[in-house]
């Protein structure tokens, strides 16, 4: 029976030391405090905005960011609650359990002593010694008697014992209880924090829906601008595949030129070797059917940078951003703007401090550099993918120079709301594509 009890008390504990799982709420503690930091710089970015501009697309999108960054945050409240609350049921069960053991230790207990008061005399104990049938029985008896003895003993010690563990589990729910009211606490704030956040956000939307025309204007003049970037992202790709073609044709007529060299040369020496007199026949070798060229991949593709692309695929989702740090404004494919209008891009728009470098995000060639409505474009060449960095200024490259990872191509220039940002596109050889799939999670 003591086994029993010993053996049920240590699984109690251990229960709960697998229930509690303390590094889970160490890991909701740390989320939330990297969701708070988040919004901090979210907030430095809002203020700094505020402080340069009018409402504009760039606010109502940090604005977003934020009140969903919150809505993150009471999310990680939420689920740290229910785990206090599940801590908290835990506990309350082994204090049942503990009560319930406690129960059955003390009436064993009780019945213990009371036999042992109605055999407390040394008559009796005597007489129960005595009575043995031998010598051996006799042993047995006081061994037995010593047994309940130690017996006794041992259930005042498991009461003591049960009785601190539970007292124990006491304060672990006292604990919790604090920590949840603590908990709430928090979570009132925050919940007072997003109510604020959303009501700036309907204020800073009701302000740009003021502005209906100008964002419309301004839609108009973006996609037209985009269209461009596209046209000459176009017609730069077309280019590099002609010049591709070029030198393919040109190698493939120069490696001609050398075999007929080589078999002219090798004619001439079979005919110097023969003898002058007699004279003889030549024999026509059948022509050998020509062997079709294989494939290629890609025309952009050669000897020269088969490597390269290989090497930037393979960096697919590890990729560095343009940009140090920035806000996306515009993802790729669809955007909901202000006013309900949905945009269409093939680029991804990232705004950031005007005047921030702007750098390859990865080594290649750079087969253009040109200006589209007054803001300039690199295109890169990476094999046979094409990185392009629209609306810059201060551009510290040229057409055909080479570029490494991280080098600097130029720096952040304004958009149409006067807030720094860059379009950033990435291709192939038929259209563009998500560069957002290729960058690394930031």
């Known amino acids: 029976m003591s086994k029993y009890i010993l053996s049920f008390i240590l699984c109690l504990v251990a229960g709960q030391l697998a229930f509690a799982q303390p590094q889970t709420r160490e890991e909701l503690e740390q989320q939330r405090a990297q969701l708070k930091k988040e919004i901090e710089q979210t907030e430095k970015l809002l203020n700094n905005n505020k402080a340069q501009?009018?409402?504009?697309?760039?606010?109502?999108?940090?604005?977003?960011?934020?009140?969903?960054?919150?809505?993150?945050?009471?999310?990680?409240?939420?689920?740290?609650?229910?785990?206090?609350?599940n801590t908290m049921y835990g506990i309350q069960k082994d204090v049942k359990r503990y009560d319930k053991l406690l129960d059955t230790l003390k009436q064993e207990y009780a019945r213990s002593m009371v036999y042992s008061y109605k055999n407390r005399s040394s008559?009796?104990?005597?007489?129960?010694?005595?009575?043995?049938?031998?010598?051996?029985?006799?042993?047995?008896?006081?061994?037995?008697?010593?047994?309940?003895?130690?017996?006794?003993?041992m259930q005042g010690e498991n009461i003591l014992r049960t009785q601190d563990l539970?007292?124990?589990?006491?304060?672990?729910l006292s604990g919790?209880?604090?920590?949840?009211?603590?908990?709430?606490?928090?979570?009132?704030?925050?919940?007072?924090?997003?109510?604020?956040?959303?009501?700036?956000?309907?204020?800073?939307?009701?302000?740009?829906?003021?502005q209906g025309k100008k964002l419309n204007d301004q839609i108009t003049a973006k996609q037209k601008q985009m269209q461009k970037v596209n046209n000459a992202i176009a017609a730069a790709i077309k280019k590099a595949q002609d010049e591709a073609?070029?030198?393919?044709?040109?190698?493939?007529?120069?490696?001609?030129?050398?075999?007929?060299?080589?078999?002219?040369?090798?004619?001439?020496?079979?005919?110097?070797?023969?003898?002058?007199?007699?004279?003889?026949?030549?024999?026509?070798?059948?022509?050998?059917?020509?062997?079709?060229?294989?494939?290629?991949?890609?025309v952009l593709l050669n000897a020269d940078n088969i490597a390269l692309n290989n090497s930037f695929e393979k960096n697919r989702g590890s990729l560095p951003w343009p940009l140090d740090r920035g806000v996306i404004l515009m993802h790729y494919g669809s955007n909901k703007l202000p006013s309900g209008?949905?945009?269409?891009?093939?680029?991804?728009?990232?705004?950031?401090?005007?005047?921030?470098?702007?750098?390859?995000?990865?080594?290649?060639?750079?087969?253009?550099?040109q200006t589209v409505e007054d803001m300039q474009v690199v295109i890169i060449q990476h094999g046979r993918y094409f990185t392009t960095y629209s609306n810059l200024s201060g551009v510290s490259v040229q057409k055909g120079q080479e570029v490494e990872t991280g080098q600097v191509l130029g720096k952040v220039a304004p958009n149409f709301d006067g807030v720094g940002a860059i379009d950033f596109y990435m291709s192939n050889e038929t259209?563009?594509?998500?560069?957002?799939?290729?960058?690394?999670?930031?």
């Not at 928090?186 to 997003?194: P, T």
């Not at 956000?201 to 009701?206: E, Q, T, V």
């Open 245 to 298: 073609r070029k030198m393919a044709m040109a190698k493939a007529a120069e490696e001609k030129k050398r075999k007929l060299a080589e078999e002219k040369e090798a004619l001439k020496n079979n005919g110097a070797g023969n003898n002058p007199t007699t004279p003889t026949k030549t024999v026509a070798k059948p022509a050998k059917p020509a062997t079709p060229a294989k494939n290629m991949e890609s």
């Open 341 to 369: 209008t949905i945009l269409d891009v093939t680029s991804v728009t990232i705004s950031s401090d005007i005047g921030a470098p702007v750098k390859s995000i990865f080594r290649g060639t750079v087969t253009a550099v």
């Open 123 to 153: 008559y009796d104990f005597m007489n129960f010694i005595f009575s043995s049938a031998n010598f051996n029985d006799a042993i047995k008896r006081i061994t037995y008697l010593k047994s309940y003895r130690n017996y006794r003993e």
């Open 53 to 85: 501009t009018k409402e504009n697309f760039l606010q109502w999108k940090l604005i977003n960011t934020k009140v969903n960054l919150q809505d993150r945050v009471i999310e990680n409240i939420s689920k740290d609650l229910n785990m206090l609350d």
């Open 431 to 442: 259209s563009n594509f998500d560069p957002e799939k290729w960058l690394r999670r930031r």
């Open 176 to 210: 919790t209880k604090q920590k949840k009211n603590v908990t709430l606490a928090i979570q009132s704030k925050e919940m007072a924090a997003l109510e604020s956040q959303q009501k700036e956000k309907d204020r800073i939307l009701a302000e740009l829906k003021k």
């Open 166 to 172: 539970r007292k124990k589990k006491i304060q672990d």
